[in-house]
């Protein structure tokens, strides 16, 4: 049976609170915070667990921030796996200024993660990764990590003839070019690193996600545009998908809950098209609240319906 693994190498705890104004020199009250567990996979386990889908969610833990990290993980009764390691979970704060509406987010390095505690992580993915399973590795790596470590990690996908989905950035963008991609979404700013181009226009989008597509041993591009939707390049064809526009009160986990939902899509069988609409859907959604919260189905539902209205329908094939 298909399933999803997701793994996050970077995991952090999120505290997010408010203030009425964001001074200096001066003790701020703020609201009592709410804490939540984050990073990339992680976020993408939480979005699905929300949509009625499913995955295993394995990350790294250490200290007692990865205790809390752990306990806020294991209330939303999502199956996981901790692997254990000796430095301690990063802890990342977002403030609101409620005068302004403007959030304010603090992030701080991860730990360090040793030799050992990667073969740990390459031992047990080995073991649980079956064939047409998704593995989706999701968000920055830790310090001294090798940049090129998600392509080892590829490789047991490719092994076991499971897809391989990335969303990375920071040093680990380039290095994991090497790998056999099944699916990946950078946005405009990671697509112009890969391609090494200062900037990217509208006019230059199409023929750059093409050019990707040549160079990189990638089935499916899906660049995100923010509030302008998505661009889907694969063998079939290039679409643009646009977005809703809505009042956005946080874009934390946005591109997470995007991949959730094209994943959640991709496993009830609906095709490549529409699972990325539905991406975009998702990933709409999950700005309409504050914090960490990402996307909910109801709201997701409403805004797909929105999307399909809006996109130009397109033939294509089904995802091998």
């Given at each position: 049976m298909q399933k999803t693994i997701t793994l996050t190498m970077n995991p952090v705890v999120d505290k997010d609170t408010s203030v009425a104004g964001i001074v200096p020199n001066k003790k701020l009250r703020c609201a009592a915070p709410m804490y939540y567990a984050g990073g990339g996979g992680i976020n993408v386990s939480r979005a699905l667990k929300k949509l009625g889908g499913s995955s295993l969610c394995v990350?790294?833990?250490?200290?007692?921030?990865?205790?809390?990290?752990?306990?806020?993980?294991?209330?939303?009764?999502?199956?996981?796996?901790?692997?254990?390691?000796?430095?301690?979970?990063?802890?990342?704060?977002s403030v609101t200024d409620t005068n302004t509406q403007l959030q304010y987010r603090f992030g701080v390095p991860g730990p360090k993660v040793d030799k050992d505690e990667l073969n740990s992580i390459l031992a047990y993915l080995e073991e649980k990764v079956n064939y047409n399973?998704?593995?989706?590795?999701?968000?920055?790596?830790?310090l001294e990590v090798p940049p090129d470590f998600y392509v080892e990690i590829s490789k047991i996908a490719d092994n076991k003839k499971a897809k391989f989905i990335l969303d990375t950035s920071g040093v680990a963008?380039?290095?994991?070019?090497?790998?056999?991609?099944?699916?990946?979404?950078?946005?405009?700013?990671?697509?112009?690193?890969?391609?090494?181009?200062?900037?990217?226009?509208v006019i230059e989008l199409e023929t750059l996600a093409k050019k990707f597509l040549e160079t990189y041993k990638c089935k499916v591009l899906v660049v995100s545009l923010g509030a302008k939707g998505a661009l889907l390049a694969h063998e079939s064809g290039i679409e643009h998908?646009?977005?809703?526009?809505?009042?956005?009160?946080?874009t934390i986990g946005a591109g997470d809950s995007m991949v959730a939902?094209?994943?959640?899509?991709?496993?009830?069988?609906?095709?490549?098209?529409?699972?990325?609409?539905?991406?975009?859907?998702?990933?709409t959604a999950a700005t309409l609240h504050p914090g960490t919260q990402?996307?909910?189905?109801?709201?997701?539902d409403k805004l797909y319906e929105w999307v399909l209205k809006n996109t130009v329908e397109k033939k294509e094939k089904k995802p091998n």
């Open positions: 990350f790294l833990a250490g200290g007692p921030t990865g205790t809390h990290l752990r306990q806020l993980i294991s209330q939303e009764e999502m199956a996981h796996k901790a692997i254990e390691i000796e430095g301690w979970t990063r802890e990342n704060l399973d998704f593995l989706v590795v999701s968000g920055k790596l830790p963008l380039l290095p994991s070019m090497k790998a056999n991609i099944y699916l990946m979404k950078p946005n405009l700013g990671e697509l112009s690193t890969i391609m090494d181009v200062p900037s990217i226009s998908i646009p977005a809703p526009t809505v009042h956005q009160k946080s939902g094209i994943i959640y899509s991709l496993q009830t069988n609906k095709s490549l098209s529409e699972a990325i609409k539905y991406g975009v859907a998702c990933g990402l996307c909910n189905k109801e709201d997701a």
